[in-house]
């Protein structure tokens, strides 16, 4: 069985400041893990994945997340916020070869300016 | 807020043979209807979305076709399976101003 618990179902930051959305998961085999946005009114984006590997994993849009076993956590970050971050963001967990994909429930991003 | 039924959870399916996956929404009307898919390790490509009844777009030419015949009801069909039509189907629905929601998805297998 797998999860994923998203803290915070909003979150706010200042232009320029950092950005962190926490994502925790529980699988039962190594985990490939997805971070994905969704802009108004589209579709689901990939923003980076882990599967695995290096444990800092970079991704477009100056993005970032680091798979921590031990804390069984893959934050998303980014160093400085801009206003076209303004979306919706979903943390997701694949079992390896089961391939069933289990979503968080989401966090919306507002970057104040 | 919305609940996504869909089914099967699991599926596995001989070369050949067609699908019908059922995806119903609870909870909302009018919502726009998305159905994805995920390949092994890979991540979601959007295969078709819809923004009301018997309106469908596809996004990827592919072996599947999808259909909205009533507001909250959205099938992915296929006449024939093929082997590269294995993977995971999730389904999700959001409704204007509101948040995506998904449903469990289905694990699809041809053999």
């Known amino acids: 069985a797998q999860s994923v618990t998203q803290l915070g179902s909003h979150v706010s930051v200042s232009e320029g400041a950092l950005v962190l959305l926490r994502c925790n998961y529980s699988?039962?085999?190594?985990?490939?893990l997805f971070w994905y946005v969704q802009y108004p009114n589209q579709g689901l984006q990939l923003l980076l994945k882990y599967t695995t590997g290096a444990t800092l994993v970079k991704g477009i849009n100056g993005f970032e997340a680091e798979f921590k076993k031990s804390e069984t956590s893959f934050h998303l970050t980014k160093p400085s916020a801009h206003m076209s971050d303004a979306a919706e963001y979903f943390c997701a967990v694949s079992g390896g070869s089961a391939r069933q994909l289990t979503f968080g429930s989401g966090t919306q991003l507002t970057v104040l300016p | 807020s919305q609940t996504i039924h869909q089914w099967p959870a699991t599926l596995v399916q001989p070369v050949g043979s067609p699908l019908s996956l059922e995806c119903t929404v609870e909870?909302?009307?009018?919502?726009?209807l998305y159905w994805y898919r995920q390949a092994a390790g890979r991540g979601l490509q959007l295969l078709f979305y819809s923004v009301g009844i018997g309106q469908i777009s596809s996004e990827v030419p592919q072996n599947l076709s999808a259909s909205r015949p009533q507001d909250r009801q959205f099938i992915l069909s296929s006449k024939k399976l093929l082997l590269s039509d294995s993977g995971f189907y999730l389904c999700a629905s959001r409704a204007t101003n509101e948040k995506l929601f998904f449903g469990s998805g289905t694990q699809l297998s041809v053999l």
């Open positions: 699988s039962s085999v190594p985990p490939y």
């Open positions: 909870g909302t009307s009018n919502p726009n």
